[in-house]
């Protein structure tokens, strides 16, 4: 079974309906169905709430925390080897320590798929499996 691993620039898009919205929106139905899987590093869904935090402030934060994504998607915690690895990303990669989650989600199986609207992903597409949301 597929699973998609999301990360904060595709889930932030769906949030404010942006360009590949109905992508993600097409994807979360899948996961509710039970034709796929999705999740999200748990350092990602931080990255999220902690911009919805500064745009929106804490009420709406949490309002739309709870109501953004459906209960099937998996927030994935980091466990100390994940942490490494990604940090070992970060370094030899040169992304961010955030995205190196993402990544590091993604390449656990062929069947995943890192979803984003961050083409800075493209630096490490020979990884894992990436499908790039539309530019705005």
Do not use: N
Request: charged share 25%.
């Amino acid at each position: 079974m597929i699973v998609y691993v999301l990360d904060s620039s595709a889930v932030l898009r769906y949030a404010d309906s942006e360009a590949g919205a109905d992508r993600i929106e097409a994807i979360l139905r899948e996961c509710v169905s039970g034709k796929a899987e999705v999740c999200i590093s748990a350092l990602q869904w931080g990255e999220i709430a902690g911009r919805l935090r500064q745009r929106l402030g804490a009420q709406d934060e949490m309002r739309i925390l709870t109501s953004l994504v459906p209960s099937e998607v998996q927030v994935i915690s980091a466990t100390a080897e994940c942490a490494v690895r990604a940090a070992h990303l970060r370094a030899d990669r040169k992304i961010s320590y955030a995205d190196a989650f993402a990544l590091d989600l993604a390449m656990d199986s062929p069947d995943h798929v890192l979803v984003t609207a961050d083409y800075g992903f493209k630096a490490v597409a020979d990884l894992a499996r990436i499908e790039f949301l539309p530019a705005k």
